[in-house]
T-cell receptor, first 116, second 115 residues
Framework: AQSVTQLGSHVSVSEGALVLLRCNYS??????LFWYVQYPNQGLQLLLK??????LVKGINGFEAEFKKSETSFHLTKPSAHMSDAAEYFC??????????????FGKGTHLIIQP | ETGVTQSPTHLIKTRGQQVTLRCSSQ?????VSWYQQALGQGPQFIFQ???????GRGNFPPRFSGLQFPNYSSELNVNALELDDSALYLC??????????????FGSGTRLTVV
């Protein structure tokens, strides 16, 4: 079984400040990990994914995440927040090494608020 | 290339009715999966289809069923609708075989309201 815990249902940062969204996972097999962003009334857009290559993963819009096996974490960061980053962010895990049939298990999401 | 398109965008149904939601996969993608996203929650995996066969299912009752067609488009059918079925239903497609992790492309979803 696999699970994802996102710490903090809401995170508020000032424009230009560091963004840190936390994600911890549980998986019985080496995981594949994903971060998705969802804007209001829209579907999910893939920000980045970890697939057992480099532990520091760079994604779109200046986001990156670091896989830390010892901490079972995959936190999402961005050095400088922009107003357009305000959205809902979801961490997800696929426990099957080849992904697919078990689908993605998502966390409950973190709502990122950017203050001017 | 076109992305994943879902129809309708919004739907209102009465408890006990049946509903069909539709999804067109991204070009070149032969695997389709469906997710239910309740308000304020993360998406939950319903099932996945690969080459017209269901090859994975989450913790959803049999009244949730699906189809995948030769052109890789898909339908989600829900029978005997309950109030708790009100949610955003997301379709996602991916390329390659049934266990590809190269990426899931999500549609914008269908907002289902059961009254």
């Amino acid at each position: 079984a696999q699970s994802v815990t996102q710490l903090g249902s809401h995170v508020s940062v000032s424009e230009g400040a560091l963004v840190l969204l936390r994600c911890n996972y549980s998986s019985s097999v080496p995981p594949y990990l994903f971060w998705y962003v969802q804007y209001p009334n829209q579907g999910l857009q893939l920000l980045l994914k970890y697939t057992s290559a480099a532990t520091l993963v760079k994604g779109i819009n200046g986001f990156e995440a670091e896989f830390k096996k010892s901490e079972t974490s995959f936190h999402l960061t961005k050095p400088s927040a922009h107003m357009s980053d305000a959205a809902e962010y979801f961490c997800a895990v696929s426990g099957d090494r080849r992904g697919g049939a078990d689908g993605l298990t998502f966390g409950k999401g973190t709502h990122l608020i950017i203050q001017p | 290339e076109t992305g994943v398109t879902q129809s309708p965008t919004h739907l209102i149904k009465t408890r006990g009715q049946q509903v069909t939601l539709r999804c067109s996969s991204q070009s070149g993608h032969n695997t389709v999966s469906w997710y239910q996203q309740a308000l304020g929650q993360g998406p939950q995996f319903i099932f996945q289809y690969y080459r017209e066969e269901e090859n994975g299912r989450g913790n959803f009752p049999p009244r949730f069923s699906g189809l995948q067609f030769p052109n890789y488009s898909s339908e989600l059918n829900v029978n005997a609708l309950e109030l708790d079925d009100s949610a955003l239903y997301l379709c996602a497609s991916s390329p390659g075989d049934s266990k590809s992790i190269r990426g899931y492309t999500f549609g914008s979803g269908t907002r289902l309201t059961v009254v």
